[in-house]
């Protein structure tokens, strides 16, 4: 029977990096990885040291973090998956949304993860079946069905730019529909600001796995729903259009994409 690793241990390591990640210092000179992605000394230091870390504590699971060049999942072996710094353009300009995003995933789903912005020092956590929390806190997403009720979220997938006009043709209808949209440059916080009611829904048409995948568990224990643009679980071995939602407005968010599309 597989064992968890303890939760409270995990979203120590990631508190931990705190001061390393707010030391100006720490980016240097960015570097990029293709059209407007950009990996910083920060996000390297933050995988390389929760790699080491980790695979001393728990060497039964495997480590992927996003800077590795092998991205391959196993789904029958567990599997830590880590996006050392998600939203490092904004990291690079002291933007003030960025997150260490952490997750254990197995045999298809996502088991337990935690996401850290150490700007707000908001540490959000879940263990599936035991509920989502941040800063030890529960949280839950809100009890709405009305979309002119809640802010919405959208991410633009800057690496993709073909993918803009279907994007913002969904953010100009949400727009339309709810209070107001908003943009983090950060799908980690996006999600789990749908799970502690900061916002009802979330859309985004290219993200990889450790983008949503320590959000999806925090999402699913707050209450949430999160699939692909289909309605379709999340793949939990690779990239995957992400809709995220209060539950309720799910159904109204899945049919606003399908009319853009």
Known sequence: MFTYPDLQELTALLRDLRAFLLDPSSAGKPVAKGHHDFVTAADL??????????????????????EDKDHTIDPTVPTFVLDPIDGT??????FGISAVSL?????????????YNPYTDELFAAER???????????HVLDTDKPGEVLAAFGTSPYRHEFADVTFSIA???????IDIRRS???????????????????????QLWDY????VILEEAGGRITDWEGAPLSMTGPSTVAASNGKLHD??????????
């Open 103 to 115: 997750a254990l995933v197995y045999q298809g789903q996502a088991l337990s993860g935690a996401v």
């Open 213 to 216: 995948a320590a959000g999806t």
């Open 89 to 94: 353009s904004n990291y690079i300009f002291s």
């Open 252 to 261: 109204y968010l899945l049919k606003t994409i399908a009319a853009q599309k």
């Open 172 to 178: 100009r209808q949400l727009f339309s529909d709810c």
């Open 185 to 207: 440059g950060s799908a980690a916080a996006d999600l789990v600001y749908v799970a502690d009611g900061r916002t009802g829904l979330f859309v985004e048409c290219n993200l």
């Open 129 to 139: 079946g035991k509920g989502a929390f941040c800063n030890g806190k529960p949280i």
């Open 45 to 66: 230091g933050v995988q390389q040291r929760l790699r080491s870390l980790l695979c001393a504590r728990y060497p039964h699971i495997r480590f992927m973090g996003e």
